[in-house]
């Protein structure tokens, strides 16, 4: 089981970015996703969560309205679409995968994760 991210880059404030994350070795579609980041010197944190069937999706009050994540169960592949950033949204960001029987719930916690991108650099100028 792998997970590849990848599309961070340097913006400048009220900017755009499309962040991707690959996955390979096993049932795509029977896993929900999420995204996180972390930026120096914090803790690791919840951005945006979807169901294995894509039909439900949490994100957090600080990227709510801004970021928007989907997934394409044949590609094996979850996007996280950022617009409108902000300096603040500088971290690295990881995609993560956890094997589940619910279709429809979403999970917001690092720990209900099972599987880890090496994560990608989002950094935004003022």
């Known amino acids: 089981v792998q997970l590849q991210a990848s599309g961070g880059g340097l913006v400048q404030a009220g900017g755009s970015l499309r962040l991707s994350c690959v996955s390979s070795?096993?049932?795509?579609?029977?896993?929900?996703s999420g995204w996180f980041r972390q930026a120096p010197g914090k803790e690791r944190e919840f951005v945006a969560a979807m169901s294995r069937n894509g039909g439900s999706t949490l994100y957090s009050d600080s990227v709510k309205g801004r970021f928007t994540m989907s997934r394409d169960n044949a590609g094996k592949t979850v996007y996280l679409q950022l617009d409108s950033l902000k300096p603040e949204d500088t971290a690295v960001y990881y995609c993560?995968?956890?094997?589940?029987?619910?279709?429809?719930?979403?999970?917001?916690?690092?720990?209900?994760?099972?599987?880890w991108g090496q994560g990608t650099q989002v950094t935004v100028s003022s």
């Open positions: 070795g096993w049932s795509f579609n029977t896993y929900a």
């Open positions: 993560a995968a956890l094997p589940t029987f619910s279709t429809i719930r979403t999970y917001s916690r690092p720990n209900d994760y099972q599987y």
